[in-house]
C-alpha cells in the first residue's frame, strides 16, 4: 500500500512538472463528470 501511495504522488509530480496542472487537467466537474460517464457504460445508476 505504501508503495501504490508513494506511486500516486509522484504522478502527481510528474504531471505538474510536465503540464504544470496537478492533476492532469482535471477539475473536481470534470472527474464527477468523468465517474457518472464510466458507470453509466457499466449500467449502473449515476
Known amino acids: 500500500m ?3 501511495f508513494s506511486w500516486h ?3 502527481h509530480a510528474h ?3 510536465l503540464s504544470g496542472d ?3 487537467g482535471y477539475d473536481a466537474k470534470a472527474m ?3 465517474n457518472k ?3 453509466l457504460k457499466a449500467g ?3
Open 2 to 4: 505504501d508503495a501504490a
Open 9 to 11: 504522488h509522484f504522478a
Open 15 to 17: 504531471n505538474e512538472l
Open 22 to 24: 496537478k492533476l492532469g
Open 32 to 34: 464527477a463528470q468523468a
Open 37 to 39: 460517464q464510466a458507470a
Open 44 to 46: 449502473e445508476d449515476a
